[in-house]
């Protein structure tokens, strides 16, 4: 198999994006004794004792005659507590208590980094007791937020602890499994980037250790202690608990979100039944919030201050009767609005994949999803995702299926889904999916794709699959075409085909193989 070299090689790649952050964590790393006008830093002891370090800010006319509603924000991943210094300045000139706080295991606060394990959900309810008890707080109006892994602790609290009204979830998972090991594939290069910078940044405790080398090594054996693992720590287990609590709940993402996909943000959302609002941008991982970090203009951070105004504050500012879906197309600048997910793609096309293909395993056909960080930044800032030739693809590694040439512009929004009959000539296997917008010279864009591992299977005997793509917003031109792309070998994850593998995609006559495209009405 190739993916110990490929996992070596993407934690390179992790490290050096983890250098890359933990440089700009640095840079915003407050001097010793130093605190900005208004700021307080303060240490707050967490569950079992431990210290973490945090600020504080009040709006500027508190004077202890009146209570405010309060935001906690837990940190990201690898960054300081003065991460969301900016918004929390804001937020307190509008009238909050912020406190924001380092989570356990990082910088200077104590502890190991347990992943939003139970001691992190302790550490956000300790932090809500300190400010209920230090500062102006109401403890009838209590919100939390935060960014990549802020977020996904402010969910699990808010699963925990009652007093948590509203959540802004900007970036994070629902779904910790669903996000870097959907289709049961690891994706090496986001694992490597967190690994990296937690190493780099804090001190991982001995399980998350022990996980990541499991993560790495595909070790079967391990697969139920992993997904288990990953189920303790996802808000999506606890879904039933977030809706007895009636908690306001805001989730945005970014359509290129490589370390959390999208799919797992709208599967989350279907399931609430509360006061609720999904969001989708262009970019990558934490990028729609990163100018908000810097006190700029952010939609991301607007809306997450109108969130709490109006279930906070009580404000009847409009946003509960705005379409609570709300994304941005990779190809358009404006916002479209839904009455909910299943409306996004609410007509399908298929693109049948006749025929019967073979291709050979353990060879990059040219066809990969991009870099981690990068890619997606880079269609987020210039609209150029990965390309490829697809008239040049190797189709001894690469199927390839192709629709008609559209008349008209195809908005395609939502989910894709794969259908296929695959046999495979080894028991174990790893495919990648690619949907791509092909141009009149053939040069094709990548609209989504998505991994699938089998294992298990009788070699030379054929198996239905169907694999749903990383849920997109993308046009494609008149007089382009859609192509279907598979093949075996992706950098963004690590692939399971034995050496000499062969996998054969087929469309019985009683079941035929198709990709369902969903829509946008025109």
């Not at 070299?5 to 915003?28: C, E, F, Q, W």
């Not at 190809?331 to 994949?353: F, H, M, N, Q």
């Not at 040219?366 to 008239?391: E, F, K, M, N, Y």
């Amino acid at each position: 198999m190739g993916h110990p070299r490929k996992a070596l090689r993407t934690t390179a790649v992790g490290a050096v994006s983890a250098a890359l952050i933990a440089g700009t964590a640095l840079g915003l790393a407050p001097a010793a004794g130093a605190a900005p006008a208004g700021v307080r830093f303060v240490d707050i002891t967490g569950d079992g004792g431990t210290v973490l370090k945090a600020n504080v800010v009040t709006p500027a006319n508190a004077d202890g005659s009146r209570t405010y509603p309060l935001v906690v924000l837990p940190t990201s991943w690898g960054l300081p507590q003065v991460e969301y210094l900016a918004q929390a300045r804001k937020l307190a000139d509008s009238g909050y208590v912020v406190v924001t706080y380092n989570v356990r295991g990082f910088w200077q606060s104590g502890g190991e980094i347990e992943v939003a394990g139970p001691p992190d959900v302790a550490d956000a309810s300790k932090v809500i007791d300190w400010a209920l008890a230090h500062t102006p707080a109401d403890a009838r109006h209590i919100g939390m937020a935060g960014v990549s892994y802020g977020a996904g602790i402010s969910l699990l609290a808010a699963a925990h602890d009652k007093r948590v009204k509203a959540v802004a979830s900007l970036s994070g998972w629902a779904d910790l499994i669903g996000s870097i090991y959907s289709g049961r594939t690891q994706h090496s290069q986001a694992a490597a980037l967190l690994d990296g910078v937690g190493r780099l940044t804090g001190r991982p405790s001995a399980e998350v250790r022990q996980t990541f080398e499991d993560f790495f090594a595909s070790n079967l054996a391990k697969e139920p202690e992993l997904v288990a693992w990953g189920k303790k720590r996802s808000p999506a287990t606890y879904t039933d608990r977030i809706n007895q609590n009636g908690t306001a709940v805001l989730l945005a993402n970014t359509w290129g979100d490589t370390v959390f996909s999208p799919n797992q943000y709208a599967d989350f959302y279907e399931r609430l039944t509360g006061p609720k609002r999904l969001e989708y941008r262009p970019g990558d991982h934490a990028t729609a919030e990163l100018t908000g970090l810097f006190g700029l203009p952010n939609d991301v951070w607007t809306d997450t201050r109108r969130w709490f105004d109006r279930y906070l504050k009580g404000e009847d500012n409009g946003i509960d009767r705005e379409p609570p879906v709300r994304l941005m197309s990779r190809s358009t600048d404006g916002y479209e609005g839904y009455p909910d997910w299943k409306s996004v793609g609410a007509t399908r096309k298929k693109i049948t994949l006749s025929g019967s293909t073979t291709i050979r395993a353990n060879v990059n056909s040219g066809a990969d999803g991009g870099i981690v960080l990068l890619s997606s930044v880079l269609d987020q800032l210039t609209r150029v995702p990965p390309v490829a030739s697809i008239p040049l693809l190797p189709r001894r590694y690469a199927a390839v299926w192709q629709s008609e040439k559209y008349a008209s512009t195809q908005r395609v929004r939502g989910t894709a889904k794969l259908h296929t009959t695959l046999t495979g000539t080894k028991e174990s296997g790893t495919l990648v999916a690619y949907l791509y917008d092909v141009g009149p010279l053939g040069l094709g864009k990548l609209v989504s794709n998505a991994p699938f591992t089998f294992h298990g299977q009788t070699p030379g005997k054929p198996f239905g699959v169907d694999l749903e793509l990383f849920s997109t917003a993308y046009d494609v031109p008149a007089g382009h075409r859609l192509a279907l792309v598979v093949d075996t070998v992706d950098p963004l994850y690590i692939e399971h085909n034995p050496t000499g593998a062969q996998l054969t995609f087929s469309s019985p006559e009683a079941d035929p193989s198709y990709v369902s495209v969903p829509l946008r009405e025109q």
